[in-house]
Structures are given as C-alpha cells and as structure tokens.
C-alpha cells in the first residue's frame, strides 16, 4: 500500500534517476536502462501540462529524453471576448513557445475547450494519437478535478493504456490542487528546484491565461509544499498507476 507520508522511499522518488530507470526498467514499459524514453504530458488546455509537471517535464527533456507535450484543446474558451478560432489561435502560439522552452514537442488532439468528449469514437482516435508517440513514460491529469475537460484528459489517456495493453507507465499529475485536482495522495516526488525557472518562463508564456498570477496564487505554494513532503526546495508530485512492481521504485526490498 503506498502512502504519502515522507517515507524513505519517498525520498529516494525524489530522483529523477530513480524515477527513469523505473519508467524504463522491468514491469510495464519497455526498453532496458540507459536508452532515450518517450515522455508523454497529456493535458485538458494549454497551460495544465506545464502547470502540473513543466518541471519534470524540462529535467526529462535536459537529461536527453525526447518529450511530447499532448494538448486535448487549443483552450478556445478560455480568452473572454474573443471568438473560438481567435482564441485557438491564440493559445495555440503560447503553447508553442512553452514547448520550445521546453524543448518539447506540441500535439493538438482536436478536440474543443469546455465540449470534450468520452466515448468510443473519441477513445479510439486518443488511443491512435498517444500509440503514434510510442511512449515508454506517461503523464495525465488525475481525474478527479473539478473542470471536465481535465477529467476526460485523465480518463481518455486511462483507456488509451488499457487499449494499448500497458505498454506505458502511467503517472498523474495534479493542478490547481483543491480547487480544480481533487483527493489527491501523492506517490512519487520530482524535485525540481534547479529547473524552476524553465517551468516559470514556460508557464508565463501563456500570457492570456496571466500565468504570473496563477504561479503566484496557485503553482508556486503546490511547489513548495510537495517540496516539503519529499524534503526538497520545491517538487512536482504524481500518482502512479498501479505498475509498483519495479526495484527502482521499492528500493528498500
Ligand atoms: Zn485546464
């Protein structure tokens, strides 16, 4: 049973080395240690996905591993008083930049802010476009959050892992937590102190979401706090789907 107590696994979570070689180790993804991982951020709008791990997400990409940053919308509802195609436009070119900082490389799923879908046919293209990235490593929203396009974000990456037979692990991540992410218990820890200035500059990119003020008010304390349960400076938390049979991350067994 995991617990989000700072235990001394926790600790050692803390490592992204520790968090790779498990991602690409024995269990459910493949490959062996030490090859180049396909990392995977599945996000409801631009903006989630650099909110909740743009972090780990830029240590991935430093360390040489080729990162893919999936938006479901282009955040066409999210720009009051512009049109849906603006605003598409918009957010479009913010993600952009946030990927160029983070040197990762954006997907557009298609389908549109504040109307997103669950169901088979939408299932079924989600799965085609996260297999087309041939993943070893996952991130997604978790899925219990308060806005619906981060719930069906969350949800459709969970059937595209069961389509596709476990052949990723999969790992959520929380924004926005207790206002939007919801009964979160952390399992593994990312410090993230060293790169968060990238993860800033990315997530400000975002200009028409006023990502200084939603570092400020929201991010920046979830930093600090998942910083203090794994006894770091800052650090991005996740829970991870149920793959725990790696030594990599049981290290004390
Ligand atoms: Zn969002």
């Known amino acids: ?88 436009r918009i957010r479009t070119a913010e993600a952009q930049e946030a990927c160029r900082i983070l040197k990762a490389r954006p997907v557009f799923a298609g389908q549109i802010d504040g109307a997103t879908e669950l169901n088979s046919g939408r299932v079924a293209d989600f799965t085609k476009l996260l297999a087309a990235e041939t993943p070893d490593l996952v991130f997604a929203q978790w899925p219990l959050d308060t806005h619906m396009d981060h719930q069906v974000a969350g949800l459709l990456t969970i059937r595209a892992y069961y389509a596709l037979g476990g052949g990723f692990r999969l790992y959520f991540y929380e924004v926005d937590a207790g206002s939007q992410t919801q009964g979160y218990r952390p399992t593994d820890y990312i410090e993230i102190t060293a790169v968060r200035e990238k993860k800033k500059s990315a997530l400000f990119a975002h200009k028409s979401q006023h990502g200084e003020e939603i570092y400020r008010r929201h991010h920046e304390l979830m930093e600090n706090f998942r910083g203090r349960e794994a006894r770091v400076t800052a650090a991005e938390a996740f829970v991870h789907l149920y793959c725990d049979t790696s030594p990599a991350e049981l290290p004390l067994l």
């Open 1 to 88: 049973m995991r617990t989000s107590q700072p235990t001394r696994r926790g600790l050692l979570a803390a490592s992204l080395a520790g968090f790779a070689a498990g991602a690409a180790g024995q269990g459910c993804a493949p490959g062996g240690r030490g090859k180049q991982l396909s990392v995977v951020c599945v996000g409801g709008h631009p903006d989630d996905p650099e909110s909740g791990c743009g972090g780990t997400l830029a240590r991935y990409s430093e360390a040489g591993h080729k990162v893919s940053i999936v938006y479901l919308t282009r955040g066409e509802r999210g720009i009051p008083g512009k049109s849906l195609d603006e605003a598409a």
